[in-house]
C-alpha cells in the first residue's frame, strides 16, 4: 500500500530564511508526487507535480521538489519564504497513469516569524 | 485554469438532520470527482470517488448510508450526510479530475471546502 511520511508537524522559519519540508513515501512502483499548500479554512492548491523526466520541478509560487528515488522523498524547498506562505503543506503520492487513490500525508503547518 | 467551486463553505444543523454539500466544476467537465474528510490536525481522508452517472466507490470503513454521494451530471456531485450527528462534524473537500493543458496529464483541481458543525 501506498504511504506518505511527513515528519515535520510544525515549522517555523522567519522571513527571508530559506525553506525545506520534507517527504517521504513508500510505494511499490514509479509514484506520482504532488505538494499541496492549504490556507487557514480553504482548500488545496496544488503547487507542483512530478510525474517522469526532471527530478526536480519547479512550481508555483517559487517552489521547487526534488524527487529522490534511492531516497524515496520529495522535498519541498524555496530559497526565500515569504510571510505569505505560512499555511500548511501536504505531500502525497499517487499510482502512475492519474489521480486514483492519491494518498495524503498528515502535513507540516509553517509558520513565518518576521 | 480549472475552477471547482464548493457550497456551502460553512454549515450548522442540529443532529439527526441532513446536510447536503455540492461540488460544480465551472469550467470543465469532471466525469469523476473525489470527496474526502479532513479531521482537525490530521490529513485528507479520501472517502469515495464519484463518478458521473453510476455509483460511487466508497473506500473502506466509510458508511455509503451515512454519506450519500450522487453524481448526476458531468458537472456537480453532491454529498449528503444523513442523520448527522456530533462526531460527523469535520471539513469535507471535494475534487476533480481535469486535464492539465500544458502536460497533457490528469490534474486534480481541489474545491475550497465545507465545513459541518452538528449540535
Known amino acids: 500500500a501506498q504511504s506518505v511520511t511527513q515528519p515535520d508537524i510544525h515549522i517555523t522559519v522567519s522571513e527571508g530564511a530559506s525553506l525545506e519540508l520534507r517527504c517521504n513515501y513508500s510505494?511499490?512502483?514509479?509514484?506520482?508526487l504532488f505538494w499541496y499548500v492549504q490556507s487557514p479554512g480553504q482548500g488545496l492548491q496544488l503547487l507542483l507535480k512530478?510525474?517522469?523526466?526532471?527530478?526536480l520541478v519547479q512550481g508555483i509560487k517559487g517552489f521547487e521538489a526534488e524527487f529522490k528515488r534511492s531516497q524515496s522523498s520529495f522535498n519541498l524547498r524555496k530559497p526565500s519564504v515569504h510571510w505569505s506562505d505560512a499555511a500548511e503543506y501536504f505531500c502525497?503520492?499517487?499510482?502512475?497513469?492519474?489521480?486514483?487513490?492519491?494518498?495524503f500525508g498528515t502535513g507540516t503547518k509553517l509558520q513565518v516569524i518576521p | 485554469g480549472a475552477v471547482v467551486s464548493q457550497h456551502p463553505s460553512r454549515v450548522i444543523c442540529k443532529s439527526g438532520t441532513s446536510v447536503k454539500i455540492e461540488c460544480r466544476s465551472l469550467?470543465?467537465?469532471?466525469?469523476?470527482m473525489f470527496w474526502y474528510r479532513q479531521f482537525p490536525k490530521k490529513s485528507l481522508m479520501l472517502m469515495a470517488t464519484?463518478?458521473?452517472?453510476?455509483?460511487?466507490?466508497?473506500e473502506q470503513g466509510v458508511e455509503k448510508d451515512k454519506f450519500l454521494i450522487n453524481h448526476a451530471s458531468l458537472t456537480l456531485s453532491t454529498l449528503t450526510v444523513t442523520s448527522a450527528h456530533p462526531e460527523d462534524s469535520s471539513f469535507y473537500i471535494c475534487?476533480?479530475?481535469?486535464?492539465?493543458?500544458?502536460?497533457?496529464?490528469?490534474?486534480?483541481?481541489f474545491g475550497a471546502g465545507s465545513r459541518l458543525t452538528v449540535l
Open positions: 512530478y510525474f517522469s523526466g526532471d527530478t
Open positions: 464519484s463518478n458521473e452517472g453510476s455509483k460511487a466507490t466508497y
Open positions: 475534487s476533480a479530475r481535469s486535464r492539465d493543458l500544458s502536460s497533457g496529464a490528469n490534474v486534480l483541481t
Open positions: 502525497a503520492v499517487g499510482p502512475s497513469g492519474g489521480y486514483q487513490k492519491v494518498t
Open positions: 469550467d470543465f467537465q469532471a466525469t469523476t
Open positions: 510505494y511499490g512502483a514509479t509514484p506520482y
